[in-house]
């Protein structure tokens, strides 16, 4: 298969190397017949590789990158029968068995058997299972049947390929971000963070019939790119009084529902990081009883944090607040596989134009470095990896 790979060296550092081809294997050597291996067709950069690429957990070098991976099947396992090679498919994050307790409650994001260490596993990220990662031209999918969405039409699905890699990650992450936090028909909903998951959740609140949707940032290039995909922008360099700023907007200083699609690496508006800002500032901004999605990743351990508490992932929370306010939180990775279905109907119906949205941008495998350093600085994109060049093909 001649395989190559994004591995990540060290903080601040990753490469494009060969690879080992992939195996019917476990992390832990295990055998596994119910698994395909992938051709890669795309793979995307996200931001939550961008946490430890920068060193910003304990993840080691050497590890292969890329749990956002859409793919044909070459190769499959005696134990697949709902799939064939040459399907053309969405990988969902989630590693997960579709058999535990928790995967036959839906709860994919903390399937019980992939990761000997904690519930959940994933492709290429630290803590998650060792799985290995699909920024690579090749990738191994463990219980296939299971966990992978079989596009209907190879064809239709090349042509929207931009639109559909999102459905591996960003998409369902956001839609979950604005499903979890109550956004229905006329709701009022603040987004904090204007990269690709925060305008994947703006995207779906839009979807899900919101009123009216504010998206939350410093970063004037996301802010312009939101307004221009027709989001209401707040430039949160101008105040540190955000309810203030969406009175101007709407009137009263307060929504419906609130997303934080920002996590622990949030910053305030002195500039130093604050990695509680931003669930405090849901709480002030939220109605009594209003709801808070939170797909912004916190995570257990963070050895670049300001202090030893946020070390450990302990965050000085205002929590009284939300408590005396009856409101609602949701955290946690997405079970993909409870939306990936419905939204690739919306997308393959032109209903959600999800790459124009958050500024899809396709590089090759070989420029995945680049794509790494210019998504570092905030650029307002999204980056694909084409491995073998058949989106370009495509397009």
């Given at each position: 298969?001649?395989?190559?790979?994004?591995?990540?060296?060290?903080?601040?550092?990753?490469?494009?190397?060969?690879?080992?081809?992939?195996?019917?294997?476990?992390?832990?050597?295990?055998?596994?017949?119910?698994?395909?291996?992938?051709?890669?067709?795309?793979?995307?950069?996200?931001?939550?590789?961008?946490?430890?690429?920068?060193?910003?957990?304990?993840?080691?070098?050497?590890?292969?990158?890329?749990?956002?991976?859409?793919?044909?099947?070459?190769?499959?396992?005696?134990?697949?029968?709902?799939?064939?090679?040459?399907?053309?498919?969405?990988?969902?994050?989630n590693v997960a068995c579709g058999r535990c307790r928790t995967c036959k409650d839906g709860f994919t994001g903390v399937c019980l058997t992939v990761n000997p260490a904690r519930a959940g596993g994933a492709y290429g990220y630290v803590d998650m299972g060792g799985w290995i990662g699909g920024q690579a031209r090749y990738v191994m999918i463990p219980y296939a049947d299971f966990n992978l969405l079989k596009f209907p039409d190879r064809d239709q699905a090349l042509a929207k390929i931009r639109d559909l890699t999102m459905l591996s990650d960003i998409l369902p992450t956001g839609f979950h971000g604005a499903y979890k936090a109550g956004v229905g028909v006329g709701s009022v909903v603040y987004v904090a963070g204007a990269g690709p998951v925060g305008l994947a959740a703006a995207a779906s609140a839009r979807v899900l019939g919101a009123a009216v949707v504010m998206v939350g940032d410093f970063n004037k290039e996301r802010l312009a790119h939101a307004e221009k995909v027709g989001f209401t922008p707040i430039d949160l360099s101008k105040s540190d009084r955000l309810g203030d700023m969406i009175a101007e907007v709407v009137g009263v200083p307060e929504v419906d529902a609130a997303i934080d699609a920002v996590g622990f690496e949030a910053r305030g508006h002195a500039g130093g990081e604050q990695p509680a800002i931003v669930l405090n500032q849901m709480m002030e901004i939220t109605r009594a009883s209003g709801q808070i999605g939170i797909p912004g990743l916190y995570v257990t351990d963070d050895p670049g944090a300001v202090d030893e508490a946020a070390k450990r992932g302990s965050l000085s929370l205002r929590f009284g607040l939300g408590w005396a306010k009856s409101q609602s939180f949701h955290t946690g990775q997405t079970p993909v596989v409870r939306y990936n279905r419905q939204l690739m109907m919306s997308i393959l119906h032109g209903k959600l134009p999800i790459a124009d949205i958050v500024n899809a941008k396709v590089i090759s495998l070989e420029e995945a470095p680049q794509g790494y350093e210019t998504f570092d600085h905030g650029a307002a994109a999204k980056f694909i990896l084409d491995p073998h060049g058949m989106i370009a093909k495509a397009a």
């Open positions: 298969m001649s395989n190559r790979g994004v591995v990540y060296l060290g903080p601040g550092k990753v490469e494009v190397q060969d690879i080992a081809d992939p195996k019917f294997e476990a992390p832990d050597g295990r055998k596994i017949e119910h698994a395909v291996i992938l051709k890669v067709v795309s793979t995307n950069i996200c931001g939550s590789d961008q946490h430890m690429v920068r060193g910003r957990t304990t993840a080691p070098a050497g590890l292969v990158l890329g749990h956002e991976i859409t793919g044909e099947v070459i190769e499959k396992g005696a134990d697949v029968e709902l799939l064939n090679v040459g399907d053309i498919v969405s990988v969902p994050f």
